[in-house]
């Protein structure tokens, strides 16, 4: 075992206890939000996707996003 090896184990520890999660669809650790399929998405894209109009242009985005998350539920 390398130094380096227990550096990695000890962040992915941390990974996993850490109160915040990863927004999917932004990327950014944020404290609120949903979960869906044990994918997290913060209140403030939630917001933006129930506001995103179906003609507008970052819609596909978020399509592309929560895709993602049902092709991991079939898999
Ligand atoms: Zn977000």
């Not at 390398?2 to 999917?24: L, P």
């Not at 869906?36 to 933006?48: G, K, L, P, R």
């Amino acid at each position: 075992m390398t130094d380096h090896a227990d550096r990695t184990g000890d962040w992915m520890d941390d990974a996993e206890r850490n109160d915040g999660k990863t927004c999917i669809i932004c990327g950014h650790d944020k404290e609120n939000g949903i979960v869906i399929v044990s994918e997290f998405i913060c209140e403030e894209c939630e917001a933006e996707m129930v506001r995103t109009d179906v003609r507008d242009a970052r819609y596909p985005f978020f399509i592309h996003q929560m895709k993602r998350i049902w092709y991991q539920k079939d898999a």
